[in-house]
């Protein structure tokens, strides 16, 4: 079997590629040429970045937005964040603009082992609700891409709140495995659609909230895996929880420096990142 390593483990960039706007994804092929272990779908690795100029690595987590089917190569994929629009003078990302404006094809990079415990609970046969926001769609992305490759037999909604076409990543590639595998429902909220963007059964307008959730997919017996950036999180897991969601059919990760009020989930995770929605 093949195991994690410990500490860095050294990775060359294999492929980049645009996903949305200020998005790409890194395909990650280890160096050595060793068969990679598999991982959890909902995990990250964990990065030390050397980044010119800075005194000191930058340590950075990232989730992995792949299906763990691949035993060559691992994919991240990053937003680039700029500064805060209240705040023009903070530096942007740190670690998320290095890797757009600094890495190419060739690179090396200092990786660890997949870890974190936002993961796909495949003993629980009960629907699945994912709830991602912007960015926050990556571990989401890999859990379904585990469900559809496994042909787990388990009914989806796969929800993405984003700002509009230009920020949706992944946008054609979720539809056509949605496409493939009838057991997969896709709904998308546009907050500031473009205007070729329709609402049809599957696009939405508007900001996501608990009664729209539950309007396309029942008040059944539900898991729900919610990730997303803090606004998100702090509305979206205290009104579920309040619409009657027990606390432990809750499983979330906060992307960035997010806190989310009421109760405490029985899996709570926060991935160390500037790539946040």
Known sequence: PRKAWRGYRRF???EKVT??????????RPLDGEPLPPFEPGQHLGFQLRIPGSKRPTVRNYSLSCGPGDPDRYRITVKKIPPPLNKPDVPPGAGSSFLHDNLKVGDLLEVCSPAGKFTLDRLDSRPAVFL??????????????????????????????????QDHPFRDHIARLVERHENV???????????????TDHVHHGYVDVSQI??????????????GPPPMMNSLVPSLEESGVPTD?????????????????ATTSSTQTDASV
């Open 12 to 14: 060359i960039l294999d």
């Open 19 to 28: 996903e949305a706007l200020n998005t790409c994804s890194f395909y990650l």
């Open 132 to 165: 991602a926001g912007g960015i926050g769609v990556t571990p989401l992305l890999s859990m379904l891409e585990a469900i559809c490759a496994e042909r787990l037999d388990r009914k989806c909604y796969f929800i993405h709140a984003v700002r509009n076409r």
């Open 185 to 199: 429902e896709l709904h998308i909220f546009y907050s500031e659609p473009d205007e070729p963007d329709q609402e």
């Open 214 to 227: 539950k309007k396309l997919t029942g008040d059944d017996d539900l898991q729900y895996y919610i990730c």
């Open 249 to 265: 059919s809750i499983l979330k990760e906060a992307f960035g420096p997010a806190s989310i009020k009421k109760k405490k989930s």
